[in-house]
């Protein structure tokens, strides 16, 4: 383990500070395609953990805060290790412009800690990708092991750098070419210009990432598929891709070869009772990495979040989804997570963000034929339908009503996975049927023990705010004075609510006079 040692710790020493940071190329010693596979294992993968309870710590653990699918519980009684998360996730839940501070005005996390994780995991993929170059390949498993490695490196690659632009950027529209998006690091050397490329150029960079990880993975498959990239999960992340950049025929034909290869849905309707099921469902998972942060929260405790109406009344009474999902809190009347996923201590399998798994196939390829009017969008909406409703007889949509369709669709099977913030970013620039909504935050507060209600505000985010993309971190911006940041805004409350959810002090009284207990 010692002969790479080294450039381990030179990566280490560059993600502080200044990302860029000089750093000797001269001590890097890699002997071998091993050393290689065990950097990118250690170092690069996001690493999952046993889960407790909610972790700041843990790589985009604010992702499933953001968006209309969750709210806050207005009760009487708190609970205590409820409120802690609660309180600590108000900057982002809020759409602040500071989204680190918490609701009692401390510091919950730096605000450059997800960006420079990420670089960081870039710099060492770009790191392994110039050692591969350099090693004596004689053995011709360990060639078939670094085309792997390889592979495996664009892949994580791309999907960083999908999270990132998706973040600190505009949604790709027909101004991507213009739009500053992130920074592109390429290289292991570090480059003495350091600028935003566009959005265009992240994107295109990520496609080709991609396309590099499904050729390579072709010609050496993945071994250890679900936990290590693999061909399958390049192409359904392509599709992905190929939806947000609104190239519907290349999304066609990557979600069409990713379900060419794996198509079988769990059928949820036999999920043993005891079990959840993204802990069950091992065979519709491609890939997941990192930690799972949610499944202690969504109690619908006083003091802690909890599922929409919006989201739970999508639902029908015969989908199978809804009652695995979801269920009442009734000491509060508010909805919490039952069994999407396990409450349970243990070592988590799944990731609430970074998690592939076949339903978005059929929801990727019939999203993308709904927008090329191809009518087989119905076979794959209802195909999927069938898996999860009972009794469900095939429908047939068209136009902008089959669009709205699976929108929904993929809304009520992808909740709290990641997707909706990104989602509703993509929707409200589409060419053809554009969508945008104004999102209500009920942000209920409690005293510092959690224990008793002090009080209620509400929040909005309105159509196509400027919140739906961050700043770029100040800490960066020291380091890179004429970097361009993004405009945010600084958001106020527009309602105080009593312990009923009723409006005691409203901006607007006409317009906001409503009960909203969650």
Known sequence: MKKFFYIILIVLLSGCGNFLEEYSQSLVVVKTVS??????????YLPSSPVSTFSAANYASFMNFMDDDINTVITRRGDANAWKTLRNLYGYSTWQLDVTKSANGSDYINDNSLWMDSYHRINIINIILGEMSKLEIVSEEDKSNAIRIKGECYFLRAQLYFFLVNLYALPYDNKAEKCLGVPLKLTEYVENDFHRNTVNEVYAQIVKDLKDAVDNLTKSPQKKPAYRASKEASLLLL????LYMQDWENARDAANEFLELTNELYPISSLPKTESFMEATDSEVVFAQGTLNINRVFTANGGDFCISNDLYNLYLDNDYRRDVFFTKNFSTDSIMINRKYSSTIHQAKVSDVFTLRIAEGYLNMAEACAMLDDAEANTWLNDLRRNRIADYKDKNYAGEELVKEIRDERRKELCLEGHRWFDLRRY?????????????????KYNEEGSSFEGAELFKLEKNDLSYVFKIPESVLEYHADMPNNERKKRDAVAKLDENGKVIENEDTDKDKKQLKR
């Open 35 to 44: 050393d290689l596979d065990e950097i990118l294992l250690g170092e690069v």
């Open 428 to 444: 409200s620039v589409n060419h053809k049927y554009p969508y945008s909504k104004e999102i209500v935050r009920v942000f209920a």
């Open 239 to 242: 599709s992905r891709v190929y």
